[in-house]
């Protein structure tokens, strides 16, 4: 069965830090993958997106992902977390070639402080 | 360009009524589905729908109904309401067969009572 899990319910980090948000799947076959981030009383915005090629995608705001096959795994990483970052944090898989279904984690909560 | 469009924003039920909550999206896209977010369980798929006319069941389907009359209308029904309802409601519509992510509304708070 599909399934997405986000181990980390929720993180707190100091503004200027590092970030990595872990994200591991099962799927039958490899997957379309998807980071969305959420702000407060908001709907989901797609940070980037995983389909081929390059296991190291770049998307908005500054974050990237990595693909990491052997792992089930697309870890969402910031270099330098500013305080607008705090937000919930999706990541969702979806079958390739298709659109029609997609599978969330339930979600990391982000809090920067200063 | 208004992207996918819910309303209402907030609704107040009481248990046995039922409603519709409207989606709209103007990206002539094919692919549009409803979700429902509840506090730790993430975003869970309700109903989705591939084109006008075809619309399937989700994880959650048990209480809801929809119906694709037109590419840019999904609406979702709740056929008689139940305190277990109450959740945030999610449309997203995306474009194409290649499943580039899905654009969300910004959401239909539902109390039910």
């Known amino acids: 069965a599909q399934s997405v899990t986000q181990p980390d319910i929720h993180i707190t980090v100091s503004e200027g830090a590092s970030l990595e948000l872990r994200c591991n799947y099962s799927?039958?076959?490899?997957?379309?993958l998807f980071w969305y981030v959420q702000s407060p009383g908001q709907g989901l915005q797609l940070l980037l997106k995983y389909f081929s090629g390059d296991t190291l995608v770049q998307g908005i705001k500054g974050f990237e992902a990595e693909f990491k096959r052997s792992q089930s795994s697309f870890n969402l990483r910031k270099p330098s977390v500013h305080w607008s970052d705090a937000a919930e944090y999706f990541c969702a898989v979806g079958p390739p070639n298709t659109g029609n279904q997609f599978y969330f984690g339930t979600g990391t909560s982000l809090t920067v402080i200063p | 360009n208004a992207g996918v469009t819910q309303t209402p924003k907030f609704q107040v039920l009481k248990t046995g009524q039922s409603m519709t909550l409207q989606c709209a999206q103007d990206?002539?896209?094919?692919?549009m589905s409803w979700y429902r977010q509840d506090p730790g369980m993430g975003l869970r798929l309700i109903h989705y729908?591939?084109?006008?006319?075809?619309?399937d069941q989700g994880e959650v389907p048990n209480g809801y109904n929809v119906s694709r009359s037109t590419t840019e209308d999904f609406p979702l029904r709740l056929l008689s309401a139940a305190p277990s309802q109450t959740s945030v409601y999610f449309c997203a519509s995306g474009g194409g067969k290649f499943n580039y992510g899905y654009t969300f509304g910004s959401g239909t708070r539902l109390t039910v009572v």
């Open positions: 990206m002539n896209h094919e692919y």
């Open positions: 729908s591939v084109g006008a006319g075809i619309t």
């Open positions: 799927y039958g076959a490899t997957p379309y």
